[in-house]
């Protein structure tokens, strides 16, 4: 693809994205949303954003004002009105970036905080086939480095779109006004920073994306290998883990890298046109200036203008790299949140009341890998369970005794329905486990995980996780039946 196809790929791209027929413009109206139980926090910092602009546009204006009209003139009196005129403005400028500021952190902190417990509460919801396809580590990468790559883009990348923008379209609404001819020679640089920005954007797209990826690899083997520290010693495998995570190091090292360069290749290139623009203003504004045809106070507020008019342009290309890490960071986000559990109970689920403990499997075949008909698949290795039929009477103690793998813990798992068969039945009482509310089953039954965990707090708490109104009593009572009071 040459570069002139590459750019109108990115304008149609662009034009998509404004219509809102763009994949990211729908995640960035659902992104937006929720910012809407804060609107009227939302609008007020619209406002002070507004006011702070207008304030921010006057500096240069009331400078060139006060050379030509106070001190060309020798008028003392417009000179004062003048600079208290400007220092009227530096007061409402303050004020209002104040409120703006603290208004967006405000509006930006609530709306994380919900998305954090959105991702949360749909973490809760997912079977526990889900937690074994993918890394805890990047499930962890996706509330805290994504969420945090959002944060920079709901916080200062609104901001800056907003008040980028007005600045913009204000400096150029002055420029005309103060001298046309001026202003056209300032806006040659269009084309260049169109062309500049049109080839940061494609060469920038992957490698922002790469740089969510990679952090998300180091998170998830860093939790991987803490989780497993016991293990790593006790085989003295320090070493070979410590190549690995400096591997992953460098792999993220490079990804940066490359945006780095970017960075350091499009943003100076906009100060050098910058320093073009008022080279040529310099030149030209100085020229006619000499000639009398316009006021060297005009000049002076133009020099000024010029800053104004390429910072924001500066501001918005620097926003496109925090628009191109939230927006990695939100398709992840999404594919996330897009995930719906392997395992849900029908709208008439019903209580199951107390269990008397009759189990029965009709015919069941069952595979951690998900699948099609077991039947038609023999006895291949990947089936955990094949035609298991097997009836428990109520009250009846049965032991399953069996090699490692042989689905013991398969059984009692889809038992307690953390897994459903792809084929045949589990029911208890007689009733098939799929119609029953699957949290009200698990309240009636007692289950000792093969993997012991402690979560954090104390001992009691710990024993007390399943029924947390338990008394003093109960709780000791529960210690002395498992032979744990003398040591605790």
Known sequence: ???????????????????????????????????????????????????ATAAGLAPPYLAGRAIDDGIQAGDATALAVIVGVFLLSALVYWGASYAQTYLVGWVGQRALQDLRLRIYEHLQRMSLGFFTRRKPGVLISRLTNDVQALDSLVTDGVVTLFQ??????????????????????????????????????????????????????????????LSGVRVIRSFGREHRHLERMTALNEENRRANMRTVYLNASYFPAVELLSAVGTAAILLYGGYQAYLGEIEIGVVVAFIGYLNAFFDPIQQISQLYTTYQQGMAALDKIFNLLDTEPDMVDRP?????????????????????????????????????????????????????????????????????????????????????????????????????????????????????FGRPDASEEEIEEAVRAVGALPFI
């Open 348 to 464: 008439d689920a019903v209580d199951p009341g107390e269990i008397r403990g009759e189990i029965t499997l009709e015919g069941v075949w069952f595979s951690y890998a998900g699948g099609g008909d077991a039947r038609e698949l023999g006895e291949g290795d990947e089936w955990a369970l094949r035609g298991i039929n097997l009836h428990v009477e109520a009250g009846q103690t049965v032991a399953l005794v069996g090699e490692t793998g042989a689905g013991k813990s398969t059984l009692a798992k889809l038992v307690a329905r953390f897994y459903d068969p792809q084929v045949g039945r589990v029911l208890i009482d007689g009733h098939d486990v799929r119609e029953l509310d699957s949290r009200a089953l698990r309240r009636r039954l007692g289950i000792v995980p093969q993997e012991g965990f402690l979560f954090s707090g104390t001992v009691r708490d710990n024993i007390a």
């Open 1 to 51: 693809m040459s570069g002139l196809q590459r750019a109108a790929a990115f304008v149609r791209e662009l034009w998509r994205l404004v219509r809102g027929e763009d994949e990211r413009a729908r995640k960035l109206r659902w992104l937006l949303r929720l910012l809407r139980p804060y609107r009227r926090q939302v609008l007020l910092m619209l406002g002070a954003l507004v006011a």
């Open 164 to 225: 980028s923008t007005l600045t913009l379209a204000g400096v150029v609404i002055v420029l005309l006004l103060l001298d046309v001819s001026l202003a056209l020679i300032t806006f040659l640089t269009f084309p260049l920073l169109f062309v500049g920005s049109v080839i940061f954007r494609i060469a920038s797209t992957g490698a922002y994306r790469a740089t969510r990826e990679k952090i998300a690899n180091i998170t998830a083997y860093l939790q991987e290998t």
